[in-house]
């Protein structure tokens, strides 16, 4: 079996984020050797447990969710229903043996801070170097 050069992503995203997701990952793209997919959601509070491990199923080597601040949802409780699932889909990953370093919730303020760059930065290294998945 061959195994895969380039890491890839899948990046779950509030449409209301869009911009500012593109910036920030052209920033963390550095070395080139990433393949982002991204998926604008209506609100981030739609996305599924089933949506964040059929990405992984589906050749990411790891999927983020990039959110509004909880209180600041345009649909009130979104940016609260997306936490709760993405650390369930991190409980089943860690329950199988995939870690659940493998799917990340981003809350991104309208500036986000150095502190949220680098979270991100550091969590794309971390998924360049974690196997991929079997």
Known sequence: MRKKQEKEITIFYCTHQGERVTQILKGVNGSGMLKVRKV?????????????TRALENGAD???LFGCPEGECRYVVGSSRAKGRVSYAGKIL??????????????????PSQETLKAISDWVEKVRTMGSIP
């Open 94 to 111: 860690e329950a199988i043996g995939l870690g659940k370093e493998r799917v990340r919730r981003f809350v991104l303020e309208s500036q």
């Open 62 to 64: 790891g999927v983020a």
């Open 40 to 52: 604008a959601l209506p609100c981030s509070g739609k996305l599924e447990v089933f949506q964040l």
